[in-house]
């Protein structure tokens, strides 16, 4: 069954907007409810996303009245304030995606025999916080990067435990 079958379904079966679900993977009990409440703004602007979609490319059928869309099917103020935490999730992710190009990513591999590695063509593999995340998606997380020499000595820099220092290649787990 594709996606949009499974969606079509769920609003059959349980009439209700279902979209926490799609980010969240339950298709069960609290997942089946049109609250995004408490989602990152990178989540929701998911959700918008996979509506403009459906927008596009299906034929329109009508406007689910509850939360989104009163009963003349005018959006709501909760909509209204979707839109504008998703738009701000878009600017976040874009301004993530510049910020990182500013420093290069490292090389990876991974096998189940000899486990992972990152290397650095020119520099060194560090591990480096990711300035966004925390307003993408509510959590922190880190990327590996290549810095110089020169650079080493910036405040966050992570090096990979078991890595020597001035090493351009690391073991990872």
């Known amino acids: 069954m594709v996606l ?20 969240s993977g339950n298709f069960t009990g609290d ?15 998911s959700i918008v996303d996979w509506r403009k979609f459906y927008f596009e490319r299906y034929m329109f059928a009508g406007k689910l009245i509850g939360r989104y869309y009163d009963s003349q099917g005018n959006p709501t103020k909760y909509l209204k304030g979707v ?20 420093i290069p990513s490292c090389n990876s591999k991974w096998s189940q025999q000899e486990g992972g590695e ?24 880190q990327r590996c990067a290549c810095f110089q020499e020169d650079e080493l000595n910036k405040p966050g820099l992570v090096t990979y435990e078991g890595c020597d220092h001035l090493s351009k290649s690391c073991k990872v787990n």
């Not at 998703?86 to 992710?93: E, I, S, V, Y």
């Open 4 to 23: 949009e079958e499974v969606i079509i379904t769920l609003l059959a079966v349980y009439d209700r907007d279902a979209s926490r679900a799609f980010v």
């Open 31 to 45: 997942g089946l409810t049109d609250s995004l409440q408490g989602l990152s703004s990178s989540e929701v602007n």
């Open 83 to 102: 839109e504008v935490k998703a738009k701000r999730g878009a600017q976040l992710l874009e301004k993530q995606k510049s910020e990182e190009a500013k």
């Open 118 to 141: 990152v290397w650095c063509d020119t520099g060194y593999p560090r591990l480096v916080r990711r300035p966004g995340d925390i307003a993408l998606t509510g959590q922190i997380s």
